[in-house]
């Protein structure tokens, strides 16, 4: 019971992290940056800005502790992304439940009013999708997490097998005894326990980076070059699913009491249905 008190007030805590980060009008203002050109550095966001670099500084640190912005190391440069997850909690929590059908119908006429501008983000050499998480753990536990094929079945749904070794071929392998691999990639570089860079199907690639953090491990998750729309939809509601399974098996030995991913079965089984044709 107490276990679960703690659960509910952190959670709680995170979703008003949320809410103050969006009350300031210059945060929002940085979301709309970043929202129209995703992956930007510092001076790209103070341009237009009438304030100094710190402030700004400070505006998008509120915004990284409210997970709303991740942010991606390319050499010298730092970059910035909008990470939708919090926001799309937020949806599902006060506004879903309240107008879901009237809401996703409006949902879906913007969507495809906004398709033709998202299809030239996603053809960018940019990351579209950045995720990052915070997990109690050692480097060396979350490579081995990433990689050992009875772990990733435990967490993931699937087995993840390969030598991973650079220029070996993965594959995404299900747990019902078929063989059927949902996904087969190429192993593009690997450093143990730091870094880990597969493609994801074709064109997509999917690059793991394990960087210490104190006591515990931030693991960054960039998914880039997406062929459509559709893929981002489905590996936007995949990524934050696995990763909280992943989390919790290292952080508690045991994964979610429920797949997260069952949240959004029809798209799951739909694609694996897809899979299925395609092999056929």
Excluded at 186 to 198: A, D, F
Aim: charged share 25%.
């Amino acid at each position: 019971m107490q276990a679960n008190a703690c659960i509910i007030l952190r959670v709680a805590a995170d979703t008003d992290k949320v809410f103050k980060a969006l009350a300031d009008q210059t945060r929002r203002y940085l979301l709309d940056r970043l929202h129209e050109h995703n992956g930007q550095t510092l001076s790209e966001l103070c341009e237009h800005l009438d304030m100094a670099r710190q402030s700004v500084t400070q505006h998008v640190a509120l915004l990284e502790a409210a997970n709303l912005v991740s942010t991606v190391r390319r050499g010298r440069e730092k970059l910035h992304y909008l990470n939708p997850v919090p926001l799309h909690e937020i949806q599902e929590r006060w506004i879903d439940k309240f107008e879901r059908p009237r809401l996703r119908a409006l949902s879906a006429l913007k969507r495809r009013a906004e398709e033709h501008d998202m299809s030239d983000t996603l053809t960018t050499g940019t990351p579209t999708f950045v995720y990052v998480t915070y997990i109690q753990s050692t480097p060396e536990k979350v490579w081995h997490a990433l990689t050992d094929a009875d772990l990733t079945a435990e967490y993931w749904g699937h087995s993840n097998v390969s030598d991973w070794q650079a220029g070996s071929t993965w594959q995404h392998v299900r747990t019902d005894g078929s063989g059927v691999a949902d996904v087969t990639g190429t192993v593009v570089e690997t450093v143990p326990p730091k870094r880990l860079v597969i493609t994801f199907g074709e064109p997509s690639q999917v690059t793991f980076e394990i960087e210490p953090y104190g006591e515990i491990v931030r693991l960054t998750v960039t998914h880039e070059n997406l062929a459509t729309r559709d893929d981002y939809d489905q590996i936007s509601l995949g990524w934050p699913a696995v990763m909280a399974n992943l989390k919790s098996l290292l952080e508690t030995g045991h994964v979610l009491p429920q797949a997260p991913w069952e949240m959004h079965a029809e798209c799951r089984a739909e694609q694996m249905a897809k899979n299925d044709r395609q092999g056929s």
